[in-house]
Structure formats: C-alpha cells, structure tokens
C-alpha cells in the first residue's frame, strides 16, 4: 500500500500563512493538512512522528523584533514536551524518517537558524547562513520571477524550470558565514532556486528583480538530501490561475502549487 500524505502546519507567535499553505497541501492532495500551533506540540497534544510532511509557513513571527525568526528557533531548541523528548531529537528523528521539511519565508529563516539548512556535509543544527535586512532597507511586496537549479537534490522542484510567485518580507537578504559556505552551496547543488532576470531569465542581484539583494540571487536552498526546502517567496499563494496578477490579460506562470504537487508525488512513491 502506497504511504498516505500527512502535512502538518506549524502556526503561532505571528505565523499568518498557516491556512493557504494547508489550503495548497489539501488542492495538492494530501490525505491530512492539520494547522497546529506550536504550544500543542510542546503540550504533546500533537506529535511530530504521527505526520511526513511538516510545513513551517510565512508570518511575522514574534513581530520580527528580535530578528526574523531568532525567538522561534530558540523555542524549537530548548522546548521539550510533556513526552520527554526535546523537539529537536523530534526534528531530527523526522529527517531520518524520510519525511520533508518546507520553509516559506519565516519559515525559511526558521531553518536557516536551527541549522536544518543548508546543512553542508551532512552538519545539521550548525547555522551555516543567516537571513539580515533587504539592501533596500524596506519591505519588499512583489511578484518575481525564480529560476530552478535542475541540477539540485531537491525534491520539490523536480521537473521545473521556472517559477512566478510573490515575496513579502523584511529580511530576505541570504548571509553566508564565509566564502566557503556561499561556494560549497554552488558546489553541491544546493542553490534551489535564484531571483531572475526577467529579459534573460538568468540569475540576478539587480533590483528590484531580486528583491533583497541575496549574493547570486539565492531565493532558496535545499539539505544534501533534498528533503529539506527553504525559500523566501510563498509557492502556497500562487494556488489558483487567479492568483497570477496578469490573468484577466491571459498570463499565467507554472504555479507555487506545483511545489506541494512534488511533494506528495514523492511521499506517495513511498512505502508506508
């Protein structure tokens, strides 16, 4: 029998994506898309094990005040539940269970900060990157247009080239720790996704083309394995034709929808 899909969405502390990214789980076909706050999995009211895809949405988590996301990833790595295993074992027991990790926005600076991304040689919970201001030192609203690496392990972006989708965030702008991170990224295919050029389709640090003014255009990284996705723009709104700010004049682009599709493709490959 063909594993079911069970996506968990994490909300709480200013996370505010929670209901499309379950929304665009649910139109992708997973079996279970729950939104659960983080309180009732600290509570052991809810486990982690119990699902194989574990969604991390966008927000505004603890207002950004203390640095996107810094607050939150100190409570998944002190946490531990009434079950007596701190939420990080949990984390990692997940990872090793095959399951997939997604990151969108917040939720993309959430795992650059427990370390979960982009764990080069295989060193999870070792912050190798870190997300700071956008150069324009404002809020960036906007579509762009994402160019996929082919060549990456990542599974949620098998088969695509391209991608058209909206940011909005304050702090997108991709910090390697040293210049051995950002090549090592390059290296072994862990750049998912890049900000691109919309005349040439090609990587660009150009504003406001790459709205943050990441190195390389990084918009998204992905773990060795693949299994673990992080990404600044929101896939999960781009759901419907109607989404695309051009489709009254018949644009459309390949949607965000088609990351979640990837996902249960590949869980569904899977033996339960």
Not at 74 to 101: C, M, N, Y
Not at 130 to 141: C, I, K, Q, V
Request: glycine residues 12%; negative net charge.
């Amino acid at each position: 029998m063909l594993s079911s899909v069970r996506a968990l969405v994490i909300t709480g502390y200013g996370a505010n994506c929670e209901v499309e990214c379950a929304h665009a789980a649910s139109l992708a076909g997973a079996d279970k898309a729950d939104i659960v706050h983080f309180a009732d999995i600290v509570e052991s009211r809810v486990r982690i094990g119990d699902y194989n895809f574990l969604i991390f949405p966008g927000g505004f988590l603890d207002g950004d005040d203390l640095g996107a996301a810094q607050a939150a990833a100190q409570r998944w790595k002190h946490a531990t539940p009434k079950s007596g295993e701190p939420l990080v074992k949990q984390l990692l027991a997940f990872i090793d269970s095959g399951g997939l990790i997604l990151g969108i926005c917040n939720g993309f600076q959430l795992l650059v900060k427990l370390g979960l991304l982009p764990a080069l040689d295989g060193r999870y919970l070792e912050r190798q990157v870190s997300l700071a201001h956008n150069a324009s030192a404002r809020y960036e609203d906007r579509w762009c247009l994402l160019k996929v690496n082919e060549k990456s392990p990542c599974i949620f972006t098998k088969g695509l080239s391209s991608l058209y989708i909206p940011v909005r965030h304050g702090e997108g702008n991709l910090v390697p720790g040293d210049q051995r991170i950002l090549d090592g990224l390059a290296e072994h295919e862990l750049i998912v996704v890049q900000y691109a050029h919309p005349e040439s389709g090609a990587p660009t640090e150009e504003y406001p083309h790459n709205p943050n003014g990441s190195p390389r255009g990084i918009a998204g990284l992905c773990d060795p394995s693949g299994r673990i996705f992080g990404l600044m723009p929101h896939p999960e709104a781009y759901n419907h034709p109607t989404n695309h700010p051009g489709w009254t004049r018949g644009e459309q682009a390949t949607p965000g929808l088609s990351i979640f599709e990837n996902a249960l493709r590949y869980l569904r490959g899977k033996r339960a």
